[in-house]
């Protein structure tokens, strides 16, 4: 049954893997094909080419493979979506998540993306954010700006993160309506959905219960900014779409002690412990919440994807459907940065939301899924560390 090199040879095309391991591993081979083929319509490869290596893997009894046949009319013609000379907004672009995306976007060959620095700009100002529109004219905006933080700067600065994403969203999606954007994706967090609601998180549940309350603030405002996009779409009849992010990590993380998220502090941490020859490595709360965390290239992906595919008023969520506890995540890390040192729990800083697994069915319905496991992602994120030194 598996023979037939010849028909992988598009999947090798794609995906960059080699045939003996699309031979081995053919879910990986289509997972990651499904992946490319959104992202490669002028690859120089023809639809019947693609539809022959998901046949060919097909015959190799692939689970889902029947439904990816089924939506290739769709998802392998790319150029009935954006064209790649439109006007593309990235707001945040400096930042972990707006970084990642106009590196997809460059690699993706849209050749216009529009950015503006913070001197630039100043996303707060209503009058300056449409002018900037007035003057730039973007076809389509990724609106992922707005102040972030881990749970240690959410407590200290509560007021700045509630004020700053308010008006930040509300500037950014009045103008995008006033200047007829004609598409624009929002970019939410999986805090916002209240703190205690059943596992796995389906996007149905937001609203249905009290916040955690290390990241209420925050949550309200990314709550408002949601809301405001479904609001423009039935007052507007405007193509706004919001998409719900898991944990996200990865270069161009934040690795500040005092304000980052956890998974770039313990980087930095055991990187540190291991310079000052010190064994001891010390991480907040208990160890025991669940946090699930995704590859920010991953995540990218996503943005584009959706930005492509999807057009509805629902929000989506996105992450990878699995989760570890923090202090499985600290020896796990640990393991790569500095396999000698131990562990040391800090029972006086909060652990935050027990538990945050999305429930991510919805976008794999859509056929998309993350590419890069934890263990890859940290080790990456370790290496754009080293060659930084942290520096963003
Ligand atoms: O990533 P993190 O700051 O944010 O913390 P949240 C996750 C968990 O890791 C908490 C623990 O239980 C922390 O106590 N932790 C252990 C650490 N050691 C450390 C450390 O050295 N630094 C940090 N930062 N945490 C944030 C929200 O919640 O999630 C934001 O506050 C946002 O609003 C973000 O939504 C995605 O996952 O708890």
């Keep these: 049954m598996r023979r037939g090199p010849k028909l992988t040879d ?5 995906t960059g893997l080699s045939q003996a391991t699309i031979l081995s591993d053919p879910v990986r081979g289509l997972r990651e094909l499904a992946a490319h083929i959104f992202f490669s319509a002028d690859s120089g490869y023809a639809r019947k080419d693609v539809l022959a290596a998901l046949a060919y893997l097909h015959t190799v009894d692939i689970l889902g493979a029947t439904a990816l046949i089924a939506g290739m009319g769709q998802t392998a013609n790319m150029n009935d979506s954006i064209p790649p000379d439109s006007r593309i907004y990235v707001s945040g672009h400096r930042g972990l998540v707006g970084s990642a995306i106009c590196r997809r ?10 950015t503006a620095s913070r001197d630039q700009l100043d996303l707060r100002d209503q009058a300056a954010v449409s002018c900037w529109f007035a003057e730039q ?3 389509y905006v990724i609106h992922v700006a707005g102040k972030v933080g881990g749970i240690e700067a959410n407590r200290a600065y509560p007021a700045e993160f509630l004020y700053d994403n308010l008006m930040i969203h509300a500037t950014v999606l009045q103008a995008a309506w006033r200047h007829k954007t004609k598409k624009l994706l929002y970019l939410g967090s999986s805090c916002i959905y209240p703190r205690d609601c059943p596992q796995p998180i389906k996007e149905e549940y937001l609203l249905t219960g009290p916040l955690e309350v290390t990241n209420e603030a925050y949550a309200i405002a990314k709550i408002a900014g949601l809301k405001s996009c479904q609001a423009y ?3 507007y009849d405007c193509h706004f779409i919001s998409a719900m992010p898991t944990n996200l990590y990865g270069p161009g993380d934040n690795f500040d002690l005092e304000t980052s998220h956890v998974l770039p502090a313990l980087i930095r941490k055991f990187h540190e412990a291991k ?5 001891d490595v010390v991480v907040w709360g208990s160890g025991s919440p669940k946090r699930e965390f995704l590859y920010v290239d991953d995540l990218a992906n996503a943005c584009v994807f959706l930005l492509n595919q999807y057009d509805d008023e629902q929000t989506i969520n996105i992450g990878t459907g699995q989760d570890v506890t923090i202090g499985e995540l600290a020896q796990q890390i640990g393991d790569i940065v500095y396999p000698t040192s131990r562990v040391v ?3 006086t800083k909060p652990d935050g939301t027990p538990r945050k697994l999305l429930d991510v069915g919805r976008l794999h319905a859509l056929t998309w899924r993350h590419t890069t496991e934890l263990e890859e992602g940290i080790r990456r994120t370790y290496q754009w560390f080293l060659e930084n030194n942290g520096e963003t």
Excluded: H, I, K, W
């Excluded at 598009?10 to 794609?14: A, E, I, S």
């Design 10 to 14: 598009p999947v090798v095309f794609f």
């Design 105 to 114: 976007l460059a690699a993706d060959g849209y050749q216009n993306v529009l």
């Design 137 to 139: 004219q973007p076809e």
């Design 233 to 235: 779409r039935r007052q």
């Design 275 to 279: 310079l000052s020859g010190s064994e």
């Design 345 to 347: 729990f800090d029972a």
